[in-house]
Nanobody
């Protein structure tokens, strides 16, 4: 069973917005320690973008997305989100959601990939005019 169903990616012009969604399936998202989003641009390694701890509320985001991207979740919908505003061409990538085995997101951004419980299948985001 696929743990997540991702949606919301697509083609958007620079300065536009997208909201990515990841609906959890077969497990309860709020029982996870933390949730996170990753991205992988063409020819680059996958990198952590944003992390939210469901235990202590801590968040951490990659410097280039601070003030533009917001991670959140809706327990009633068993879904996590990444709201992306003021998109730039350099945000073009495949975006992946994940649950993380980490009680806090403080200092976790560089280590997120090592503590993933479940991965989403990825959704393409292309920012281009």
């Amino acid at each position: 069973q696929v743990p997540f169903v991702e949606s919301g990616g697509g083609l958007v012009q620079p300065g536009g917005s997208l909201r990515l969604s990841c609906a959890a399936s077969g497990f309860t998202l709020e029982n996870s320690y933390s949730i996170g989003w990753f991205r992988q641009a063409p020819g680059k390694e996958r990198e952590g973008v944003s992390c939210l701890s469901l235990r202590d509320g801590s968040t951490e985001s990659e410097d280039s997305v601070k003030g533009r991207f917001t991670i959140s979740r809706d327990n009633a919908k068993n879904t996590m989100f990444l709201q992306m505003n003021s998109l730039k061409p350099e945000d073009t990538a495949v975006y992946y959601c994940a649950t993380l085995f980490a009680r806090s997101c403080n200092g976790m951004l560089a280590h997120m990939g090592r503590v993933v419980d479940y991965w989403g299948q990825g959704t393409q985001v292309t920012v281009s005019s």
